[in-house]
């Protein structure tokens, strides 16, 4: 019978061991390569795919959130929607319809059913500047306008009359022209006053018509000797 010696032993337990993982390097590629080796991973998304979610068709009605109604019962399915109804084909929504909203709504919120305007622009807007409602304002001598509580700038124009002279004026913040010196009319080229006669020369003598100032003056030339009158 052989007897091993503990030198033997040590050369024979060395020899094993290099065996041993000489085995594992060799059979390890295999195990990347055999797909069975990933069959956990497989299942795993197969499970995935066949979740089976509930399906309450018929029996309720789930809102934005996920929550579920009954059968019969009111809820509303989002934040800004109408009150609805749960039933067996489904929600069923009121419609209602809803007021306009204000043409110069300048903030509109949608927290309910219907939108709600919450501000409405309280002046109006003229020529680039602004003007509080039923405020009256002049943009120019001859316009006299209002902000209207429409937001609308309602103007009136001045209609001026025809002036009873033929120099009239115009004057800083005045629409319409004036006459300094009084009604008056055209002599020739000379300008004299209304109302009285004027000797605008020795030998003439002329008077404005009475309200018609555009016209020329009525004269009266008498006889004269070298510009001398005879009478």
Request: proline share 9%; net charge negative; glycine share 6%.
């Amino acid at each position: 019978m052989w007897m091993a010696t503990p030198r033997g032993r040590m050369r024979a337990r060395l020899w094993a061991a290099s065996v041993l993982l000489l085995s594992l390097s060799v059979a390890s590629p295999a195990a990347v390569d055999n797909p069975q080796d990933y069959t956990a991973d497989e299942a795993e998304r197969t499970a995935v795919d066949n979740i089976i979610f509930d399906d309450y068709r018929g029996k309720g009605c789930v809102d934005d959130s996920g929550f579920v109604y009954k059968l019969g019962e009111r809820f509303y399915p989002g934040h800004s929607n109408c009150p609805c109804e749960c039933t067996e084909d489904g929600p069923v929504c009121d419609q209602p319809e809803c007021p306009k909203l204000h043409p110069k709504c300048t903030k509109v919120e949608h927290n309910g059913c219907c939108p709600e305007c919450k501000e409405v622009r309280n002046f109006c807007e003229y020529r680039g500047k602004t003007y509080k409602i039923l405020e009256e304002f002049k943009p120019s001598p001859c316009e006299w306008c209002r902000c209207e509580p429409n937001n609308e700038v309602h103007c009136v124009v001045s209609d001026c009359a025809v002036p009873e002279c033929v120099n009239p004026v115009y004057e800083p913040e005045q629409c319409c022209p004036i006459c300094k010196n009084g009604p008056n009319c055209f002599a020739g080229t000379t300008i004299i006053p209304a109302g009285i006669e004027v000797k605008v020369d020795d030998c003439t003598i002329c008077r404005c018509h009475n309200g018609d100032w555009w016209k020329p003056a009525q004269c009266l030339r008498r006889e004269c000797l070298n510009g001398q009158s005879l009478s």
